[in-house]
């Protein structure tokens, strides 16, 4: 793994990938060394067939206050459009194995962006979400307005947006926006936990079902239905489909091959 300044990557024993966003001085600030860091480790960590799922998190009093808004402060649209900082972002999205943020603290503009980028949220108490950038004379830029209205629904999502309303841990929970909450004190640790469950399962189909949910916000119903099925009935020409199914027959646990 690469000398990282903004990151601190662990490659864990349980087939789990930790990266904690490391500036803590910014309350982990996005700025674009950071982001690049960042799409750089998980893209090595997806590449890596001793990973089975990766955890994105920052420190309980942030896990990101947003893009770094000392490094935006100046430009100009034509710096925001050549330096193409979205691509960085968007690879966020390729990733091809289970990627779950662990959110303790504020996530804001960016922060929440990108907590939202990965494919589910597991909050601590104390978790709070927002996209304060109408403070700042812009709006979201990664995704806000999009991924935040598909979790919330509309009427709450134009509310954090037009008028800056965060949502506690337990909110973001009721709204959809977050899958658990646990503990300031478990929160990690039970991310953990999950993540490394969901490391020891099945490595095609795991594949395979985290791009068939994405495939929910992309495609119309009849598009994803068949997407969906294709994916099914592709499952079946893995090992993996055999051994699940005679381990379950025979009442034995499965092993494994990612074949
Ligand atoms: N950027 C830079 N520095 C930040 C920062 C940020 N977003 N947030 C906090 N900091 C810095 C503060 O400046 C302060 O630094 P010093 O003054 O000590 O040098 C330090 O972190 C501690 O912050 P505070 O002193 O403010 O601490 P408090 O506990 O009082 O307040 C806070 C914490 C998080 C509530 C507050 O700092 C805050 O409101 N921060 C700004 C939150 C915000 O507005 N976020 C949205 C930023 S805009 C895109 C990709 C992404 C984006 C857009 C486009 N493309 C790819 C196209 C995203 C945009 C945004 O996120």
């Given amino acids: ?15 789990v990938g930790l990266i904690r966003l490391n500036r803590p001085k910014a309350m982990n600030a996005l700025n674009g060394a950071l982001m690049t860091e960042l799409v750089d480790a998980l893209g090595v960590l997806d590449a890596d067939p001793e990973i089975g799922c990766m955890v994105v998190t920052g420190n309980e009093r942030a896990f990101a206050a947003g893009a770094d808004i000392k490094e935006m402060e100046t430009s100009t649209a034509v710096d925001m459009l050549y330096s ?10 390729d990733i091809k194995k289970p990627v779950i943020a662990a959110v303790a603290g504020v996530a804001l503009g960016g922060g929440c962006e990108l907590a939202m980028a990965c494919d589910m949220i597991i909050a601590a108490e104390n978790a709070r979400f927002g996209q304060p950038e109408i403070n700042l004379g812009v709006i979201p830029g990664a995704g806000g307005t999009q991924r935040l209205t598909r979790a919330v629904g509309k009427a709450l999502a134009m509310e954090m947006v037009l008028n800056n309303r965060w949502l506690s841990a337990e909110e973001a929970y009721r709204f959809g926006l977050v899958s658990r909450i646990f503990s300031n004190e478990l929160h990690l640790e039970e991310t953990l936990r999950i993540a490394s469950e969901i490391a020891a399962r099945a490595p095609v189909a795991l594949r395979m079902a985290k791009e068939a949910v994405n495939a929910a916000f992309e495609l119309p119903l009849a598009e994803g239905l068949r997407f969906e099925r294709r994916a099914f009935y592709f499952l079946f020409s893995t090992d993996d489909q055999k051994e699940g199914m005679n381990a379950f027959v025979n009442k034995r646990e499965a092993k494994w091959q990612g074949k």
């Fill in 84 to 93: 193409d900082r979205i691509s960085l972002w968007d690879r966020v999205r």
């Fill in 1 to 15: 793994m690469a000398d990282y300044e903004n990151i601190l990557v662990e490659k864990r024993d349980d087939r």
